[in-house]
């Protein structure tokens, strides 16, 4: 059974810095690609973030400069470091797994998300 | 950056009913097309891929139709478990979704 199970998130300052981890199980982890999707308090989903297999890595604008994002094959986890938080950077984060062929197009399992808040 | 507007914001129905949800892309992106199923507190789920192709254990009466610009997710009759939120996301460049079509009951 894949599981993708987030942890780390909670409360922020702004300006502030943390760490979101995604620690999958269920499939060769290797060879997907996992990817950061959001979703603000009563909007709709927004992609964030993806780590692909070959260590590449890409992100939406709204958070290029201030987020990165990381994998440890050996761990099967991928974290993503947010800093320069800002309030709109509150938000679910799910981390979720793009189907494994060659082009990730979709995410066919997601975890069950993490708040993270920004307030001061 | 390729946007993704879906239509109509809200849908108003009844179980039993055909439910009719449009997605269009401002430049094609081919048949690179999901759409997604999220109910309150949870997250997301796949239902429909590559525009046509049914995920796992999704039921047939759910379809996806179109390729280029206009995309459409037909459920042919609501049951009671199809009110949610309906999200399409095209994968042309990198990831993009709608912001989605609210399906309640009438």
């Known amino acids: 059974e894949v599981l993708l199970l987030e942890s780390g998130g909670g409360l922020a300052q702004p300006g502030g810095s943390l760490k979101l981890s995604c620690r999958a199980s269920?499939?060769?982890?290797?060879?997907?690609?996992i990817a950061w999707v959001r979703q603000a308090p009563g909007e709709g989903l927004e992609w964030v973030s993806t780590?692909?297999?070959?260590?590449?890595?890409y992100f939406a604008d709204s958070v290029k400069g201030r987020f990165t994002i990381s994998r440890d094959n050996s761990k099967n986890t991928v974290s993503l470091q947010v800093s320069g938080l800002r309030a709109e950077d509150t938000a679910v984060y799910y981390c979720?797994?793009?189907?494994?062929?060659?082009?990730?197009?979709?995410?066919?399992?997601w975890g069950q998300g993490i708040l993270l808040t920004v307030s001061s | 950056e390729i946007m993704l507007t879906q239509s109509p914001g809200t849908l108003s129905l009844s179980p039993g009913e055909r439910a009719t949800l449009s997605c269009r892309a401002s430049?094609?992106?081919?048949?690179?097309l999901a759409w997604y199923q999220q109910k309150p507190g949870q997250a997301p789920r796949l239902l429909i891929y590559?525009?046509?192709k049914r995920a796992t254990g999704i039921p047939a009466r759910f379809s996806g139709s179109g390729s280029g610009t206009d995309f459409t997710l037909t459920i042919s009759s609501l049951e009671p478990e199809d009110f949610a939120v309906y999200y399409c996301?095209?994968?042309?460049?990198?990831?993009?979704f709608g912001q989605g079509t609210k399906v309640e009951i009438k």
């Open positions: 979720a797994r793009l189907e494994p062929t060659g082009l990730s197009k979709y995410f066919d399992y």
């Open positions: 269920g499939f060769t982890f290797s060879s997907s690609a």
């Open positions: 780590s692909g297999t070959f260590g590449d890595t």
């Open positions: 430049q094609s992106v081919s048949t690179y």
């Open positions: 590559d525009a046509s």
């Open positions: 996301q095209h994968r042309k460049n990198l990831w993009a």
